[in-house]
Each structure stands twice: as structure tokens, then as C-alpha cells.
């Protein structure tokens, strides 16, 4: 995995590597936070990820890597209102783009293609978002548009104005039936924002905007002894243990649940082999994202720890 996003998000990371590896990622991915920079860099790397012809790391200088990292790959495509238009319309993701994309699903690739749907614009940015370009070129990829006279490309989240449903549903069909080696990655700032429709059919991912996190397991661990098995008589402990930890340590609530995920994603490494551990690993997964949406939508967290507490131990 690329070392920025890999140093800034080492349970995203670590969990998209694995899926990839295991062919377990799904075909159509969301990724959703207020930074659009570095997750369209994300959205670039699992591109890489997908098609590199060699070991995968960062400098790896294959062809498909290359020209990735140059955004110039063939099957790589950006589509937003202003990249990769095939008509004149300059507001939103057209029907016309959606029929473009499906039209060249029709042939059969060696590549494994990959679609990044998000809004974007050309403009002079703030200091703030300077940063963010700053970080994003850190990563060693390349923006679909290049600088023109102190404008810069700048990434958005899709939303259902840019994107309209009849252009959405269009794509249904593709996503639920999806042809092999196609991925379809959504970069929003809340998921809310795209059609529930597509949200139901993808997996979905909160890239958060935060500083390089080191994970801490210990004071949960020894609740995931017998994992898959979850005592439901250690439920409510396990319960004052997270708010516990929470208090003494002064931490964000979201931040407990990067830390059971990144724990679930080392099980999962260690078993590999073991379909019904990693079946169950990847469902869990996508319960502590549910629940970090909970959070997020201002419920409380010990009810949200119940939640999940209970959610394990079922
Ligand atoms: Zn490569």
C-alpha cells in the first residue's frame, strides 16, 4: 500500500490489501470524510492495488503502476462534471458519461477497471485545501487536469445535484450485477448524499481527516479471545471498558471503533485460510462502519457500544 495513505491510515490500508488479495473487495466502494484529496488518492491506490503486474509497493515502476500514478491509465477513469464528459453538460454527471462508462464495459479487458465517481472543479484554492493538495501530491499520484495558471483541480463529494438519480439508477443494474475486474469507487462527503439505492450495494468506508494514528488494542482485546464466539455475559463490560477507556485516555468515540476494526483486520490476517472467520470479519466490519455512522449522527456512545456489544454477541 502506498506509504502516506498507509502511515495516515493503517486499518484502511491493512483491511483493502487484504480484501484485494482475498478478491473479497466489493464491486462498488464508498468512500465518505470532509477530505476529498486524499480520498481520491485512496480511490487511486486501490486502482494500483487492482492492476499493479508486480510486488504492489510504492515506487513499484510497472506499467499499469506508471501510468496510475501519472493518471493517464486507459481503464482508470475519473467521471465528474467535468472529467471525462462526452456532452456539453456542465453542471452534473450526465446520462450521457453513465452510457460512455457502460459502453465500454461491454468489452472485456485485461485490465481491471476502475471508475471514480466524484464533483470536482477547477479553481484557486484556499490555504486550507492547499494543504490537503499538498498531502495528495506527497502520495506520488497525479490529478486527471493539470494546473492551469494558480487553478488547481479540486475533488468534491458527489451528491444527488451533481448526480442525478435517473444518471445513478442507470448504473444499478451494473452495479449489482457487475462484470468481473470492474470497480466502481463513489468518493461523497456523507453518505446521505448519494442514492440509498447504490449505498445498500457498496461497501462503504469512513476515511477520516486526522493525523497519523497508532492503534491501541490491549484494553479490548481479551474480549475477542474466542472470536468468532462473544460472551454475551462479558457484553456490558465489555461496554464499561470502551467508555472507560474512553474517559481516561480523552478520545474521540470513533476512534474505539478504528481500533476493534484495525484488531479484526490482524484476526484476519492471522486467518487467512479460514473462510467462516473471514466471512464473519468482513460482516463485522461493516457493523462497526454502521456504527461509526451512529456516532456520527450524535447518538450516544454508550448506546452505540451497546449496539455493537450486543450485535457480537448475538
Ligand atoms: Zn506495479
Known amino acids: 500500500m502506498n506509504e502516506v495513505l498507509n502511515n495516515k491510515y493503517p486499518y484502511l490500508s ?16 464508498i468512500l465518505y470524510g470532509s477530505n476529498n484529496y486524499i480520498q481520491y488518492a485512496m480511490a487511486l491506490e486501490l486502482a494500483r492495488q487492482l492492476n499493479c503486474l508486480e510486488d504492489k509497493k510504492t515506487d513499484c ?23 471525462n ?25 485485461d485490465y481491471h477497471r476502475v471508475f471514480i465517481f466524484c464533483d470536482a472543479e477547477i479553481k484557486k484554492l484556499s490555504s486550507a485545501e492547499i494543504t490537503e493538495y499538498t498531502e495528495f501530491k506527497n502520495t506520488g499520484f ?27 439508477n442507470s448504473m444499478l443494474k451494473s452495479i449489482e450485477e457487475p462484470a468481473s475486474k470492474i470497480t466502481f469507487i463513489f468518493l461523497t462527503n456523507n453518505k446521505d448524499d448519494l442514492l440509498q439505492t447504490i449505498v445498500s450495494r457498496s461497501q462503504s468506508f469512513y476515511v477520516a481527516d486526522s493525523k497519523h494514528i497508532n492503534y491501541f488494542v490491549d484494553f479490548f482485546k481479551k474480549y475477542f479471545d474466542n472470536y468468532p464466539a462473544f460472551n454475551r ?23 474505539i471503533m478504528d481500533c476493534i476494526q484495525y484488531y479484526l483486520t ?40 451497546e449496539d455493537l456489544a450486543f450485535y457480537l454477541a448475538e
Not at 494558480?150 to 458527489?158: A, F, L, N, Q
Not at 474512553?246 to 468515540?253: A, V
Request: hydrophobic fraction near 35%.
Open 85 to 109: 464528459k462526452t456532452d456539453s453538460s456542465k453542471t452534473v454527471i450526465s446520462e450521457e458519461q453513465i452510457n460512455m462508462v457502460l459502453d465500454t464495459l461491454i468489452n472485456s479487458s
Open 266 to 305: 490482524e484476526i484476519l490476517k492471522a486467518n487467512n485460510n479460514n473462510k467462516y472467520i473471514a466471512n464473519k470479519i468482513f460482516k463485522d466490519i461493516e457493523k462497526i462502519e454502521n456504527s461509526k455512522k451512529m456516532l456520527r449522527s450524535y447518538i450516544k456512545e454508550q448506546t452505540v457500544y
Open 14 to 29: 491493512k483491511f483493502f490489501e487484504t480484501a484485494i488479495t482475498q478478491n473479497r473487495l466489493f464491486h462498488s466502494i
Open 233 to 255: 455475559a462479558n457484553a456490558l463490560d465489555f461496554v464499561k471498558t470502551l467508555l472507560a477507556y474512553q474517559t481516561e485516555n480523552n478520545c474521540e468515540p470513533i476512534y
Open 142 to 168: 497525479t490529478l486527471p487536469q493539470p494546473e492551469q495558471e494558480e487553478k488547481i483541480w479540486y475533488p468534491s463529494g458527489i451528491n444527488t445535484n451533481c448526480f442525478s438519480t435517473v444518471a445513478a
Open 61 to 83: 515502476n510497472c506499467q499499469n503502476c506508471r501510468w496510475i500514478r501519472a493518471n493517464q491509465h486507459p481503464a482508470i477513469m475519473t467521471i465528474s462534471k467535468i472529467d
